[in-house]
């Protein structure tokens, strides 16, 4: 597994953004499909965006979608989710995850949780006003 590490969470009134970023060290994230992972209090965790090595392909979650963006950037060897318009549905630890280059976006981001052990600490988003 890729040693990952999350920040760039926080406080934030509705409406409002915030950069979360996923950074590795000693592997390249652009060998790794690699997503983004939510758990709310008292909810499951779901796969919230998921971006692939291959040729960059994206899913979102449809409650993101049009809000969240997720992307790369080689040079610093990071993930970051992009998240604007922020809902009080959004408060979550939000945690990142790497891959093989094995499935699809979708399917990493919908079909891989049940096999997930190990996580990292996640940073944590709260939208409140």
């Known amino acids: 597994q890729v040693p990952l590490v999350e920040s760039g969470g926080g406080l934030v009134q509705p409406g409002g953004s915030l950069t979360l970023s996923c950074a590795a060290s000693?592997?390249?994230?652009?060998?790794?499909?690699v997503g983004w992972f939510r758990q709310a209090p008292g909810k499951d965790r779901e796969g919230v965006s998921c971006?692939?090595?291959?040729?960059?392909?994206?899913y979102y979650a449809d409650s993101v979608k049009g809000r969240f963006t997720i992307s790369r950037n080689s040079a610093e060897n990071i993930v970051y989710l992009r998240m604007t318009g922020l809902r009080f549905d959004d408060t979550a630890t939000y945690y990142c995850?790497?891959?093989?280059?094995?499935?699809?976006?979708?399917?990493?981001?919908?079909?891989?949780?049940?096999?997930?052990?190990?996580w990292g600490q996640g940073t944590q988003v709260t939208v409140s006003s």
């Open positions: 000693g592997s390249s994230l652009d060998y790794y499909n």
């Open positions: 971006l692939t090595s291959s040729d960059n392909s994206t």
């Open positions: 995850a790497a891959d093989p280059p094995v499935f699809p976006a979708r399917t990493m981001c919908t079909r891989t949780l049940g096999r997930r052990n190990h």
